[in-house]
């Protein structure tokens, strides 16, 4: 097994590298330009910068939400909710108001209905930007990581997410998930992704990235982002790495708070850093900022998307980065704590931002940023630089020629039977089986065929799938077993316990779906509950793989780990514990002992095979 370097030894680097990295000596030449410019393409570019209004100019650096599945005629309690939060009644209204050179999408704000309602959505907005005066499409956008972070749901298709594929370690299958992904966004007229997740998930208790993480070593983080960078650009839509400069160690979810990272500079540059290096190296077109406070990079303790020393002087100047850069949402806490929403977008552009994505209140930070140009506190000059990064991506793209999807390509290209069958192959490749001290696995047919599935049924991600109690139970079905599902959610009561244990009786095996277990959860006094009945007890972590850590003693037959509950990682599981599929997978993060975290169970790259 190839060395891998634990957190512990990294946190706690020496003096001498320390000091070094503080002098600068660790600091590598800037990178040569990401997107060399063409000087024609930029004359055209700068002329359509220069016939914009201010307004207009201020216009193209927010990207905003907006409620409704369609551009012109949104349901009626979509048409209140714009009103309520932004002032205007629908998205064409949005655009022609405040000349956002972007929008996102949501699956609560009911943009993502169905693949056909997407591209209408899309189209119906590109004409109204094409109807302003300067006629310039937008980038339209979502969060389409996969897995547990999901917008479009079925009848697109579903891959699995970072972690599943770090399970993997596939260069290629991350590639093609990535392509297949780019691909079908690209047909709904999505076209910028903010996908990959960058950041090396360090921190087991990390809240807020997790599973979103490919994993806890720099280097194999920094291989598979390079290859979903390749793979989502190849498919002609913009990716976006995630989130600048690195929120992989942290105890504090951005969107409800200000996380520190305590990092020193040499840590930074060992730890966080090569994930961000290998995306611009493989020419990623966009960077998203982090709501964290890195004290060793900036020690005025802003918020990294408010800090001009971090994103200008390390990803700017330090990287050679060129590209865009696009703040994480404004209305998350971590960028409201310490400055209001009048300030927070100001500050932003004076750090090095170019889009503004999402603020809470838009003619509130729209009119501070008017205003801010036209007091002088940011020069127009400023705002026209981030416009040109802008329209040069929106020109890579072909968005100036042509902005439209057509019926055709969706049916042609959204879920289609090969990009299904892909997603089932590779996350067959990524199931990772962890304990199996019995030899219990695969499950036969003829010695388990009469099966009870319990467990946590979680929310789709996407609202399109599951729930995976179900969706466990009927992939063994499909597999020639006779399955039960009984839903027991992730804090189940003594009635809910005992209804489990009840329906235990005569089955030959119990799978439990388990999802972030402690060491007092009620889980784990279920899957007690139900060891204690003789009958195999096989659980499926689908969500963060340290659960088995606390499961160990508990008497269970074998633990997987599935990384994710979307269909297709519940699907693999399912056919690995039947024997219709090897795990492949191994483990890319290390398991702690419950009792004595300082200690490993399982390392890296630990991973049974049959």
Known sequence: MPHRTSRRTLLTATAAVTAAAATGALTPPAVASAHPTNASTDRRLRRIIAGMSLEEKVGQLFVMRVYGHSATDPDQADIDANLREIG??????????????????FTWAHNTRDPHQIADLSNGLQRAALAERHRVPLLVSTDQEHGIV?????????????MALGAGGSHSDTRRAAWIAGAELAALGINQNYAPDADVNVNPANPVIGVRSFGSDPDAVAGLVAAQVKGYQGAGIASTAKHFPGHGDTNTDSHTGLP????????????????????????IDSIMTAHIVVPALDPSEDPATLS???????????????????TDSLGMEGVRTKYGDDRVPVLALLAGVDQLLNPPNLPVAWNAVREAVRSG???EARIEESILRILRLKSRLGLLRD???????????????????????IAERTTTLLADPGALLPLSRRTHRNLLVVGADPASPSGTTGPPTGTLAHAFGELGFSARALSTGTAPNRAKIDEAV??????????VATYNVTASSSQRTLVTALVATGVPVVTVAIRNPYDVAHLTGTGVAASLAAYSWTDV???????VIAGRAEPEGTLPVPVQRADDPTQVLYPVGHGLSY
């Open 377 to 379: 506190e940011i020069s």
């Open 403 to 425: 902005p439209f999807v057509s019926h055709r390509g969706v049916e042609r290209t959204v879920g289609s039977r090969a990009h299904r069958a892909a997603a089932d192959r």
């Open 150 to 162: 999901c917008r479009v749901g079925e009848p697109a298709t579903l891959l699995p997410g970072a």
């Open 308 to 326: 001009r020393p971090i994103l200008t002087g390390i990803l700017r100047e330090e990287l050679g980065y060129d590209g865009v850069v696009v």
């Open 569 to 575: 990682e519940l699907r693999a599981a399912a056919r």
């Open 502 to 511: 009840a329906a235990a009786a005569g089955k030959d095996a119990v799978v």
């Open 260 to 283: 520190v990272i305590n990092h020193t500079r040499a840590q930074w540059e060992e730890l966080d850093a090569p994930p961000f290096r290998a995306a611009i190296r493989a020419r």
């Open 88 to 105: 205007v009644r629908t998205a064409a209204e949005l655009i022609s108001t405040y000349h956002v050179g972007g929008i996102i999408y």
